[in-house]
């Protein structure tokens, strides 16, 4: 069992910058990969970025690409998420997701555990 939770949400203006952490607890977490994926009002679940456990391999959907970066700390069992230039599309609750693998990354059936979110809301 995997237990994940997020921090680092809020209300930020359009091209103003956050930082989103998930903290990761329980059997092997570090040997996960891990994903951020967000869901807006209406919307469906959509997958925003990966990383491979060791943190080699990352992933992003194109929207993102450029202005958000996904990274990981083992040693803290933290994942992060940092996002730059924001957009008031953007605005969505993020959640975190852990995976045994990762051979669909944007996958969200991919990911076995899911935290239970983080309000991000970019203002115009």
């Known amino acids: 069992q995997v237990q994940l939770v997020e921090s680092g949400g809020g209300l930020v203006q359009a091209g103003g910058s956050l930082r989103l952490s998930c903290a990761t607890s329980?059997?092997?977490?570090?040997?996960?990969?891990m994903g951020w994926f967000r869901q807006a009002p209406g919307k469906e679940r959509e997958f925003v970025a990966a990383?491979?456990?060791?943190?080699?391999?990352?992933y992003y959907t194109d929207s993102v690409k450029g202005r958000f970066t996904i990274s990981r700390d083992n040693a803290k069992n933290m994942v992060y998420l940092d996002m730059n230039s924001l957009k008031p599309e953007d605005t969505a609750v993020y959640y975190c997701?852990?995976?045994?693998?990762?051979?669909?990354?944007?996958?969200?059936?991919?990911?076995?555990?899911w935290g239970q979110g983080t309000q991000v809301t970019v203002s115009s």
């Open positions: 329980g059997r092997t977490a570090s040997g996960y990969a």
């Open positions: 997701a852990a995976a045994y693998t990762l051979l669909r990354p944007m996958d969200r059936d991919e990911y076995n555990y």
């Open positions: 990383i491979s456990w060791n943190g080699r391999n990352t």
